[in-house]
């Protein structure tokens, strides 16, 4: 996976790309985009975000959790 | 003075009147002599929780944005806290927009053709 993305040069990260100057921690569908169906945060080498978007992406994610807008831990209901 | 942005979560109970009642009077701790401004408020409405806060289910959800100056601050999130229908509540200074990364142009390797088979 990785390695034919190295050979094809990084990809880029998908927020810069859309020139995203603002991530809602109030926006729960597209934070979703960006946490496993457990809750967790994807990390980088899966988001493909850049250092500071995915800064941005997580601290979204712990605020949108805070407001319980978007679970801690998801998906364990037996 | 600063730009903040807050998020109450109400219990469920409450009708959006007494909502209301208790965001005036919350706004009085910002404005006045305090000198802050109520800028927008947007009212959700009652909304699933992602999971159980002091026992609920679902809260009531206040978007707001206020100017205030910070020494406002600790007064109003005392009487937020001394709300028993304050679930919760979350205040962040707005930022507004942050700056870009300007986005490299997508460069087409020269061997790429459009099969775009990868070995």
């Known amino acids: ?78 | 003075m600063r730009d903040y942005e807050i998020v109450y979560i109400f219990g469920p109970a409450l009708e959006e009147e007494q909502v209301t009642e208790r965001l005036d009077r919350f706004h009085g701790l910002l404005t006045g002599t305090n000198g802050g401004e109520i800028t927008a408020t947007d009212h959700w409405g009652r909304r699933q929780l992602a999971y159980e806060v002091e026992g609920q289910t679902s809260g009531y959800y206040v978007v707001e944005h206020f100017r205030a100056p910070g020494e406002a601050l600790p007064e109003f999130e005392r009487a937020l806290k001394l709300d028993e229908n304050v679930l919760r509540y979350l205040v962040v200074v707005n930022e507004g927009d942050l700056p870009t990364t300007p986005v490299p142009p997508r460069e087409r390797r020269e061997d790429e053709s459009e099969d775009d088979s990868e070995g």
Do not use: W
């Open chain 1, 1 to 78: 996976m990785r390695r034919a993305e190295d050979m094809r040069g990084r990809k880029v990260c998908p927020m810069c790309e859309g020139a995203v100057r603002n991530i809602d921690y109030k926006d729960e569908k597209t934070l979703g985009r960006f946490i496993t169906e457990r809750g967790k945060i994807l990390p980088r080498r899966i988001s493909g975000m850049c250092a500071r978007h995915q800064r941005q992406v997580g601290t979204a994610i712990k605020r949108g959790r805070f407001l319980a807008l978007i679970p801690y831990i998801a998906g364990h209901e037996a």
